[in-house]
């Protein structure tokens, strides 16, 4: 979820990213991402209520959403049936949607790790590999490996744990000191500088993006 401010100021020649209107100079602005827009411009592309000085969620294709609507859009987990809030760590498998936490195996209940392949047994129920091996060293079934859902990263100071360690940036592996900011994915630390998409090397905050292997990569480029 991000936030733009609403200011006036005399600018020449600048043009509304949507309308593409000059701004005159009494004319208020909505700043996000360097990009500049008319406060009825910057609106939410579902319900079309302005966003100015309002939370507000980026969206791929240069939309957002607003705060009432990203509720209300977002999808059910298939087990719990609880809404997938952004941010949360989550799986897609054949249209279907679920908490990272729900996708668990059906015979020992063990969380099926994000980017590991699974069992799926054609009822509805998925298995871990361990669980499906048989005596005869086959499974039942088909494996897969399920599509991570894109989520936002946040700028947040550095969490030591109770023995006082902190943590190695998961890019350059080089520790994360407790007197600077850094950037989390999911239970991930990364140094500022090293949390850029892996393709394009944009820099991740306030943007989508999953983890593939070892890389970050944005909603664009994965």
Excluded at 55 to 62: E, G, I, L, T, V
Excluded at 114 to 143: A, P, W
Excluded at 161 to 185: N, W, Y
């Amino acid at each position: 979820m991000a936030t733009g401010p609403t200011v006036n100021r005399p600018l020449t020649k600048t043009f509304c990213e949507k309308c593409k209107q000059v701004f005159t100079p009494k004319d208020a602005m909505q700043i996000y991402q360097e990009k500049y827009y008319h406060p009825a411009c910057f609106c939410c592309s579902n319900c079309g209520n302005t966003l100015a000085g309002k939370p507000f969620y980026p969206k791929p294709n240069n939309q957002f959403q607003c705060e009432n609507c990203n509720i209300s859009l977002a999808p059910n987990c298939c087990i719990c049936n609880q809404k997938i809030q952004s941010g949360t760590t989550a799986k897609r498998y054949k249209d279907r949607h679920f908490h990272s936490e729900c996708f668990r195996c059906c015979k020992c209940n063990a969380v099926i790790p994000d980017g590991h392949n699974f069992v799926d047994m054609l009822d509805g129920r998925f298995q871990c590999l361990t669980c499906s091996k048989h005596i005869t060293g086959t499974y039942q079934g088909k494996e897969h490996a399920p599509q991570l859902e894109n989520s936002m990263g946040e700028v947040t100071a550095v969490q030591c744990d109770q023995a006082g360690r902190i943590p190695l940036c998961d890019k350059c592996t080089r520790p994360v000191t407790s007197d600077e900011e850094a950037f989390k994915h999911d239970t991930r630390y990364y140094h500022l500088e090293c949390a850029r998409c892996n393709r394009c090397r944009k820099k991740l905050f306030r943007i989508p993006c999953r983890k593939l292997g070892s890389a970050l990569v944005c909603h664009t480029c994965s």
